[in-house]
């Protein structure tokens, strides 16, 4: 029927503390309890007949996106893996390009990942609506029904009709102010932007051609000097690093004459900020939204959500506040859209909050940083069944390990031994080694590490199952 296409990219940064660099928004689960934002963009195309989806991620997110796809029984799902980001024109070149070469010119779904849709059957009507339009060369982009004069999206403006629900886009708007934007919701002519779009693949391919062919020439030689590791696509650095970068939008919809806008009413947002997420959420009698332990008094249109423990509130109004292992962020719902000043100020202190969690996940597992002082760093590590740690060394840190449930299987120099619970074992400075999980359930360990230097960067690998090769901490 049609070839979903999913963004996996992006930062999320105005959702800090819950999205991170290394764990942003669209792999929480934000709204459903149940999926992440990315779970729930593949759940909601169930009932279309469409094939397995194309994710587009970050070369960080690939183990995340990996797994997410894995628990929703798409092991055979393809990812592409950007090394750098390009803007949406490039990302979505390279899938039209994949998708040529795998199956013959199919029709392009291309949907961004961290976006929330809560009436699902009237987004499948929309795809009805606008499969004909792309089958017949139009290139088709959804417009939101707009339910308030909105100054932080762009707009559509709706022209004359085409075919059967479609109409022409008569121009792109960028974000209006206020007063421009009550007078788009009084038309009834302009449409939010959704940054979806639904298209041949060869059309789009031959409007990038005509409009932006040097963003096309540097697709096709990045995937053509590019590899595949299992089911990710790794696209070619240096041939990709030298596309030029732009929009979808700039590259090819404000320039082509198909151009075609399906309108879509169906509870959409993108969750661009904790307002936006406080405004589709559920909310008791006095308009707040509570998430795990919290306790309200003469509080009222809030945002409370706790992690780890109990949040208490007393006398406050329109406030987001959201408790984490590592952080507390505290602002008012007029102020979100500046929580990414504070990521910024985290990143250029070169603090590890903007990045990560206390809670890292990785390929083989998680890890929880307890605890740490000048010469040491305590970790809870979980193992999960059959997966194993990169066989490696550390030139600055012993460690020790103390088993707390499972098994685990050490190497350690020559010897290889295991280790049960409420056992433990030694591994000194410049030994190498590695740790496996041969069991059924998960292992669980507490590592303490001591040493004149307890860095992420002082690890040497030897052999990974995974295929990682930049220097990261197991």
Not at 166 to 194: C, H, I, M, Q
Not at 199 to 212: G, I, M
Request: include cysteine; aromatic fraction near 8%.
């Amino acid at each position: 029927m049609f070839f979903p296409v999913i963004m996996a990219g992006g930062s999320g940064s105005r959702l800090w503390p819950l999205s991170r660099q290394l764990n942003p928004k669209q792999f929480l689960t934000l709204v459903d309890a149940e999926h992440s934002l990315l779970q729930a963009t593949i759940k909601r195309l169930e009932g279309l007949g469409a094939s397995l989806p194309l994710l587009i991620c970050n070369e960080q997110h690939r183990f995340l996106a990996a797994e997410q796809l894995r628990l929703l029984g798409m092991d055979n799902a393809n990812i592409l893996l950007e090394p750098v980001g390009r803007n949406t024109a490039p990302a979505i070149a390279l899938a039209a390009i994949q998708a040529c070469e795998s199956t013959d010119d199919p029709i392009l779904l291309v949907l961004a990942a961290d976006h929330l849709i809560q009436d699902v059957e009237a987004f499948h009507a929309s795809l009805q609506t606008a499969l004909p339009l792309a089958a017949n060369g139009k290139l088709v982009t959804f417009g939101i029904v707009p339910t308030h004069a909105e100054t932080g999206y762009g707009y559509l403006e709706k022209g004359d009709a085409v075919g059967d629900g479609g109409f022409r886009v008569n121009r792109f708007v960028e974000k209006p102010d206020l007063e421009t934007a009550n007078k788009y919701l009084e038309s009834g002519n302009y449409f939010w932007n959704s940054g979806m779009f639904m298209f041949r693949a060869s059309r789009y391919l031959q409007e990038l051609e005509k409009f932006s062919p040097e963003i096309l020439a540097a697709c096709r030689e990045a995937l053509s000097k590019g590899e595949q590791d299992l089911h990710f696509t790794r696209i070619d650095n240096a041939a990709f690093s030298a596309c030029p970068e732009d929009s979808i939008d700039y590259a090819v919809m404000e320039k082509t004459a198909d151009a075609v806008m399906v309108p879509l009413d169906a509870g959409w947002s993108d969750i661009g900020s904790w307002s936006a997420l406080w405004d589709v959420d559920v909310k008791n009698a006095d308009g707040n939204v509570l998430k795990g332990d919290v306790i309200c008094e003469r509080t009222q249109g809030s945002y409370v959500h706790a992690e780890h423990r109990l949040v208490a509130t007393v006398g406050v109004n329109d406030l987001v506040i959201v408790e984490t292992k590592d952080a507390v962020l505290v602002a008012h719902k007029d102020q979100v859209q500046n929580v990414k000043k504070i990521v910024e100020q985290l990143k250029n202190d070169k603090r590890h909050e903007y990045a990560n969690h206390r809670e890292v996940y990785r390929p083989w597992g998680v890890y929880d940083s307890i605890d740490q002082g000048e010469r040491y760093q305590v970790k809870r590590i979980t193992v999960k069944p059959g997966a194993k740690l990169s066989v490696q060394m550390h030139h600055h840190r012993a460690e020790h390990w103390i088993v707390v449930s499972g098994v685990a299987k050490v190497t350690n120099g020559d010897k290889t031994y295991l280790v049960t619970e409420n056992q433990s074992t030694f591994i000194p400075i410049g030994q190498v080694h590695a740790l496996e999980n041969p069991g059924v359930i998960p292992l669980e360990l507490i590592e303490v590490q001591s040493g004149s230097y307890l860095g992420e960067d002082d690890i040497v690998r030897f052999e990974d199952r995974y295929g990682r090769v930049e220097v990261i901490k197991e």
